[in-house]
């Protein structure tokens, strides 16, 4: 049986709150050397959907609790924000 993931979704107000930045401004960067985004909050750096809008809803998608790999998406308006159901 294969690994599975414990995936959450969280507000980008709630995922500052979790890390103790919920005073700092998220700000979706791009690298100037490589052209890849990435999301950065206070003084740490997080990953980021490379082709996020703007216009859509975000959220950080965050694996196995493990805030520090989190990633900004878009995500479809949902209660619960179900990936899929079998």
């Known amino acids: ?10 507000t980008v107000n709630e995922f500052k709150s979790a ?12 690298n100037p050397n490589t ?3 990435f ?9 980021c959907q490379q082709d996020i809008s703007a216009s859509k809803e975000m959220k950080f998608l965050v694996e196995n609790s493990n ?7 878009n995500v ?3 209660a619960d924000n179900t ?3 079998l």
């Open 1 to 10: 049986m294969a690994n599975s993931a414990n995936v959450t979704f969280m």
């Open 19 to 30: 890390i103790g930045m919920a005073g700092e401004k998220a700000s979706v960067v791009k």
């Open 35 to 37: 052209g890849k985004l």
């Open 39 to 47: 999301v950065s909050i206070g003084t740490k750096n997080y990953k």
């Open 67 to 73: 805030l520090e790999e989190a990633c900004l998406t």
């Open 76 to 78: 479809k308006p949902s």
């Open 83 to 85: 990936v899929f159901s």
